[in-house]
């Protein structure tokens, strides 16, 4: 019974390295990473963007940082800022992605290979329907 323990184990954790290893796990695991650090220069960017922008109303109303606004309203303006902040980038990245996908298709040459099997399969079927007639 010892062997069978073992082997189970050893299958577990060959399972496991196989589900590791695949693309998109790592993928994911790399866009988390990627995506916590970019969400702190967000939050610094707009913590910055706020003071500058808001800094004559909070002098106003007497209050040193816009987190101290009461009813928690300074923690809803900051995560609704870096919502935007964040939805704009993601914007951007993904209509650039678009336009250089777009670019490349544009610039690829057709595959000859592919066209003359294009060619070859229409003339085929050219045949068999004159066949077919007759």
Do not use: H
């Amino acid at each position: 019974m010892a062997r069978r323990g073992r082997s189970a184990a050893t299958g577990f954790l060959r399972d496991f390295q196989e589900f590791i290893m695949r693309g998109n796990v790592v993928d994911l695991a790399v866009a988390v990473i990627i995506g916590g650090a970019f969400g702190k220069i967000v939050d610094a960017f707009v913590t910055w963007l706020m003071s500058v922008l808001l800094a004559p109303v909070l002098q106003q109303a007497e209050i040193d940082q816009l987190k101290n606004l009461p009813y928690g309203l300074g923690d809803l303006a900051v995560a609704i800022v870096n919502f935007i902040v964040i939805a704009f980038v993601i914007f951007l990245l993904i209509r650039a992605i678009e336009k250089f996908l777009r670019r490349q298709e544009e610039v690829t040459p057709p595959d000859p290979v592919v066209e003359s099997q294009e060619r070859l399969t229409a003339a085929i079927d050219r045949l068999t329907e004159t066949m077919n007639r007759q």
